[in-house]
């Protein structure tokens, strides 16, 4: 789909749709997309249990401590990005932006600044019920509320989204 002309709304950014957005980022990036990571802590875990009917304590509290490091890794980066998220919004005085999309890309304009980035350079669009996730690298992404988003520009943005 196509997207024609220049669209601008603005769209306030309240803590659901910020929680929503680092959640799903979370348990996407460190959950579903590390299962092999997740499985081998499963392994370790069994490993441990194995070690400690063996009697050997030592090495099965190694094993138990070595397999939480997913779980860990993921408690960092959901509080890494839920502050730094939190603190960006926070820092505005009305937590609202003026959004643009049109078809070389998207720009938003808030008391923080503003910024524009074009299509090839965002690398993937999440889909999510309050919101759109606009990702530029691995773990860069702006959220765009949907509350007051144009159904045309809704419509663009869920064709090119995963």
Same mark, same amino acid.
């Given at each position: 789909?196509?997207?024609?002309?220049?669209?601008?709304?603005?769209?306030?950014?309240?803590?659901?749709?910020?929680?929503?957005?680092?959640?799903?980022?979370?348990?996407?990036?460190?959950?579903?997309? /590390?299962?092999?990571?997740?499985? !081998?802590?499963?392994?370790? +875990? =069994? %490993?441990?249990?194995?070690? &400690? *009917? /063996?009697?050997?304590?030592?090495? !099965?509290?190694?094993?138990? +401590? =070595? %397999?939480?490091?997913?779980? &860990? *890794?993921?408690?960092?980066?959901?509080? !890494?990005?839920?502050?730094?998220?939190?603190?960006?919004?926070?820092?505005?005085?009305?937590?609202?932006?003026?959004?643009?999309?049109?078809?070389?890309?998207?720009?938003?304009?808030?008391?923080?600044?503003?910024?524009?980035?074009?299509?090839?350079?965002?690398?993937?669009?999440?889909?999510?019920?309050?919101?759109?996730?606009?990702?530029?690298?691995?773990?860069?992404?702006?959220?765009?509320?949907?509350?007051?988003?144009?159904?045309?520009?809704?419509?663009?943005?869920?064709?090119?989204?995963?």
């Amino acid at each position: 789909m196509e997207l024609h002309g220049s669209h601008t709304f603005t769209v306030r950014f309240d803590d659901e749709v910020v929680r929503d957005a680092v959640r799903v980022f979370v348990i996407e990036r460190t959950m579903r997309e /590390q299962k092999l990571k997740w499985a !081998a802590a499963g392994l370790v +875990v =069994v %490993a441990g249990v194995v070690l &400690l *009917f /063996q009697g050997n304590f030592t090495l !099965a509290l190694l094993a138990f +401590v =070595v %397999a939480c490091f997913p779980a &860990l *890794f993921s408690a960092v980066v959901w509080r !890494a990005h839920s502050a730094n998220a939190f603190r960006r919004y926070n820092r505005m005085a009305d937590r609202r932006a003026e959004i643009t999309i049109d078809a070389e890309g998207f720009g938003i304009n808030s008391d923080l600044g503003d910024g524009r980035l074009n299509w090839p350079n965002v690398t993937e669009i999440w889909e999510r019920p309050l919101s759109f996730m606009l990702f530029s690298g691995a773990s860069a992404f702006n959220i765009v509320p949907r509350r007051t988003m144009p159904q045309e520009v809704q419509a663009f943005l869920s064709t090119k989204a995963i």
